[in-house]
Nanobody
Framework: QVQLVESGGGLVQAGGSLRLSCVAS????????MGWFRQAPGKEREFVAG????????VYADSVKGRFAISRDNAKNTVYLQMNSLKPDDTAVYYC??????????????????WGQGTQVTVSS
């Protein structure tokens, strides 16, 4: 069993930055890939970014490419999402997720095995 706890969400003005963190416990962190997803009110959950177990490969949604950066620190059992140049459209609950297939970056939520509880990000215009 893997437990994931996100933090770092909040209210920020458009153009600002936030860094989300997700701390994992209950399993060897370096044995799984990680992803960030988000869900805005009334919308489907969507993939934001993902990273393989080593950090050697990352994938981003087109909507965040060039603005967001995913990284991980396996010594701290933590994955990060640095979000820059935030837009009101980035407003959502952000979730981290763990995929027990460590060498891939999956973009479908159904491929992930464990989920955090989410953290709210609100970007004001």
């Amino acid at each position: 069993q893997v437990q994931l706890v996100e933090s770092g969400g909040g209210l920020v003005q458009a153009g600002g930055s936030l860094r989300l963190s997700c701390v994992a416990s209950g399993h060897t962190f370096s044995s799984y890939a990680m992803g960030w997803f988000r869900q805005a009110p009334g919308k489907e959950r969507e993939f934001v970014a993902g990273i393989t177990w080593s950090g050697g490969s990352t994938v981003y949604a087109d909507s965040v490419k060039g603005r967001f950066a995913i990284s991980r620190d396996n010594a701290k059992n933590t994955v990060y999402l640095q979000m820059n140049s935030l837009k009101p459209d980035d407003t959502a609950v952000y979730y981290c997720a763990a995929d027990l297939t460590p060498l891939r970056v999956a973009i479908f939520g159904s491929d992930y095995d464990y989920w955090g509880q989410g953290t709210q990000v609100t970007v004001s215009s």
